[in-house]
């Protein structure tokens, strides 16, 4: 940041750190951000080491590596590509790999990554649920109404844990707003609004989309909608009623659509997810709240900034009389003292909670109930579209 702000403002300043470390991990934080909810991550012993395999080597290889670093052993791994599975293993010589992902259930591990296919998870998660591992999955968690009842009474009856591994509720911008709110800064929350889009070009867009060997090429438009969801209703501790959908453009209607999601707080939440250009330089994720005494937005700047949240009061709600904006960013994340790239920051937060969870009982940044709703509301939006953006209720279990 370039430390400058507009006449009448607070500057940005960030306020202590989170501070993720072998052993142990993270500290409770000063300042507007929540106290960590993991703040104490402690092995179980010197001669045990928390023992961790992934499914899909692509995204799960990404995350192995700062698994690793956080202090969790990654020893086995397997990914239907033959050749993905070989540049993991260039990468990790030390991973064992396996031919299919049932063979994991034989190497005494205490936890597996889900990075497989965005609509394969579900049979997975509960398979090694099943089998006493507890589960860290990508979105998404579920695909139908029904998958998601039997994921959340799988993970219910099991002795082992699920936690979605939606790195977006613990990104720098998200962490801000849920503070203000949780802290009644906004008062209540009467709309809220999340973006998850991407600029790419035309071709590029088509390639994907339009490609039915890739995942991206057969889940309806609505699917990928949790990395705006999760954060509005761990903002608004809030659930999903009822969503409309609509596509952004009738010559396109895969392109892009916008849902609007009926919260159980009685507030609305608007959605906009897909190809669109603006896509903002904080991880494609932007937010604004309106709330009751105060709004919140996520920046628009460049850069730093782009992870900032500006909050204005209107004059009657101070006693001074007086609007005032402030803006504020979120203390870094450090790993053994080092700041984490700020896009990278929920992914790191998702792990060390992951390991908090399987070592401490810490419950899942985001757990299974959480990551069913979410991922529910992809599932009643493309209902939606499908009947011509009806309201359609979300089948929460």
Known sequence: MDGSH????????PVGAWAVDRRPAVHALPGPIPEN???????????HTMRMGVVGLRQGLHMADWARRIGIDVVAGCDVDPATAQRAATRMPALTLVEHWRELLHLNLDAVLLTNDFDAHAPLAMTFLEHGVHV???TAACTTAQEGADLLATAQAAQATYSFAENYVLHPHVRLLRALAHQGTLGEIDLIEADYLHAMAPQAVHDLIGDPGHWRGRIPPTAYCTHSLSPILAITQAMPVQVTAFPVHTSSPRQACVMAVRLSTGALALTRNGFLQGEPDSHWSRLSVHGTRAAAESGRSPGERAWSVRVRHQGWTRADGRIHEAEHSAPPVLVDGVPVPRGQEGTVLVLQGLRATVEEGTPPPVGVREAVAASLVGVAGARSLREGSVPIPVPLP
């Open 6 to 13: 507009r006449p009448g403002t607070t500057p940005t300043h």
């Open 37 to 47: 909810p993991w703040p104490h991550i402690i092995g179980s012993g010197e001669d």
């Open 136 to 138: 860290l999955s990508e």
